[in-house]
């Protein structure tokens, strides 16, 4: 700047900036430091972090998306990075630890290239290189399942569930398979599943042992009537989307009543129109009738006389769960309603648990829609085992709609990826070449990380699998299945695999966010507004701590 000239502000009052080496370092801090936060979550032997919110409730957990969603993060670097483990929860379901300490890993790397003067866009362009051709190896090196085989099925839930509180129980891992076998569905020559179709109920009582598969729907309802039957057996359903109610008008209207004829004889001709309304029910052969909206009391009581069990202001989402279990269709209006549109199920019953009471509509011939009861010692416990419950079906959802496309787990898949990709990068000229070998390297953090968090040396673990896979043992890696001996061996020997769909989209979010982040070399953030400057005073006012 010349000399006396006055310097030009161009920012407003409270807005900050900043720029160059600092931003890209702060940046490459905010998004570590959210890694770690993870990072000992990760694996069969991974710990669990226990989160308390403002309130004082209580989430205990060591599924990664979870953690990083009930965290309160400011840093807008750090936002990116739980936006990764969003998408790829929201995508594939599972996997989001692996790519949240990937990114981490791949940004240290970077901010070593940085400090040895490599240009940021040199950096973020060999990591779009290394990310293409990983995406390549991996369609190479895929594995094919038969996603027939209810014994190949749940060695993927296994994989999945083994770190979680479900401890790789048998008989959740059975649930879960027999769920997902139930509800899937053919598009064409491929196969279908469709997640909302396999509903989790959880309370709070018994063990997990006395968790189990209603096939069918369980619905959060009572009977709208004491005199209705609690049992109905070779049940004939009719959903209704209608309320069996006398419908006030759409415009304003007096009646005039100056007799006490005319009123006795208006409250009958509305007793008659409900009367109707239910005569019209029993004549279609339905037993059980689940209404979306209201019921009256007088249709109610008829319902009862008539036998017919009845629940109202049921969710549209569990009538459309209910009607892919049972093959019923929602009528709109009474006059839709005959046999056709009935549905069945074995039986209908309504049950107590948990100090609530649930209706259970089951034994459903082939239902397309499925609920997993789970049951447990207390409310966090079940928490957990519902988030591993929908890890494991977004798993078999993966695999079952890719053909069975697998690659076995351990942080072998990621070590056979990164040999690939060094051997790749020696054809490479530039010092785009530095950057593919960084990016290798950050993929190792998988079995690194595996090993650390099962108490071995992380150093001496990957040097043996750098060997072992030199020699050709593709999937070499890991072993945690043994708690008192864990060691290297070949993982889809050990039956160890996971979705190949979770670790691409892992790599592939992963990557695309470092480069990202690497590219930013400007930081200009507003000030907070006077209101979130702000904040509450302590209890008890100055002595309150």
């Known amino acids: 700047m010349a000399e006396g000239l006055q310097p030009i502000f161009i920012l407003p009052e409270g807005y900050s900036r900043t720029s160059g080496k600092d931003a890209q370092r702060n940046n490459i801090a905010a998004a570590r430091a959210i890694a770690s936060t993870v990072k000992s979550t990760l694996g069969p032997r991974g710990m669990d972090k226990m989160l308390v919110d403002n309130i004082g409730d209580i989430t205990i957990t060591n599924d990664g998306v979870t953690v990083l969603k009930n965290m309160e993060v400011e840093n807008p670097a750090a936002k990116m990075i739980v936006e990764v483990a969003k998408t790829q929860e929201e995508e594939v379901g599972d996997g989001t630890t692996t790519a949240v300490i990937i990114v981490g890993e791949l940004l240290k790397n970077a901010e070593a290239l940085l400090d040895q003067g490599i240009h940021p866009t040199l950096i973020a362009r060999g990591y779009r290189i290394a990310t293409n051709k990983a995406e390549e190896i991996l369609d190479k090196l895929k594995l094919n399942l038969d996603v027939a085989s209810k014994e190949e099925l749940s060695r993927i839930v296994k994989t999945a569930t083994i770190g979680k509180s479900t401890g790789a129980d048998a008989h959740i891992i059975s649930l879960i398979v027999d769920a997902v076998q139930h509800v899937k569905s053919h598009s064409g020559k491929d196969e279908r599943v469709d997640q909302e179709d396999i509903k989790v109920e959880k309370k709070i009582g018994g063990g997990l042992e006395d968790s189990r598969l209603v096939r069918g729907v369980i619905i959060d309802k009572e009977k709208v009537h004491p005199d209705m039957p609690d049992v109905i057996r070779d049940a004939k359903i009719a959903l209704l989307n209608v309320a069996l109610e006398i419908e006030k008008t759409n415009i304003d209207a007096q009646i005039r009543i100056e007799k006490p004829e005319q009123l006795e004889a208006f409250l009958n001709e509305e007793e008659r129109m409900l009367k109707d309304m239910v005569t019209k029910i029993k004549n279609s052969g339905a037993n059980v009738v689940i209404v979306q909206k209201g019921i009256d009391d007088s249709a109610q009581h008829f319902l009862a006389k008539s036998g017919i069990l009845a629940f109202r202001r ?134 690194k990380t595996l090993a650390e968090n099962a108490g071995m040396d992380p150093i001496d673990i990957v040097v043996e699998l750098r060997a072992e896979h030199q020699k050709g043992s593709t999937w070499a890696g890991v072993n945690l299945l043994d708690v008192y001996k864990p060691k290297v061996s070949d993982m889809e020997k050990e039956g160890v695999i996971e979705p190949l769909r979770i670790k691409k989209q892992a790599i592939k979010s992963a990557g695309e966010t470092a480069i990202m982040i690497l590219r930013i070399d400007d930081i200009i953030a507003a000030g907070k507004s006077a209101n979130q400057a702000q904040r509450p005073p302590m209890p008890g006012g100055p002595y309150g701590e």
């Open 314 to 447: 049921v969710s549209e989402s569990d009538m459309k769960k209910i009607g892919k279990a049972t093959g019923a269709k929602v009528a709109s209006t009474l006059d839709e309603l005959d046999g056709s549109a009935l549905g069945a199920a074995g039986f209908v019953h309504v049950e107590k648990m948990a100090g609530e009471t649930l209706a259970f509509i089951e034994e459903c011939k082939n239902p397309k829609a499925v609920t997993i009861l789970i049951r447990g010692g207390t409310e966090h416990v079940i928490d957990e085992v519902q988030r591993a419950i929908d890890d494991s079906i977004g798993d078999l959802k993966s695999v079952i709609e890719d053909n069975g496309a697998v690659v076995a787990g351990g942080g072998a898949c990621e070590m056979e990826v990164a040999k690939q990709l060094r051997d790749f990068a020696k054809e490479l000229e530039g010092r785009e070449q530095l950057a593919v070998n960084s990016f290798s390297d950050a993929l190792e953090v998988v079995p």
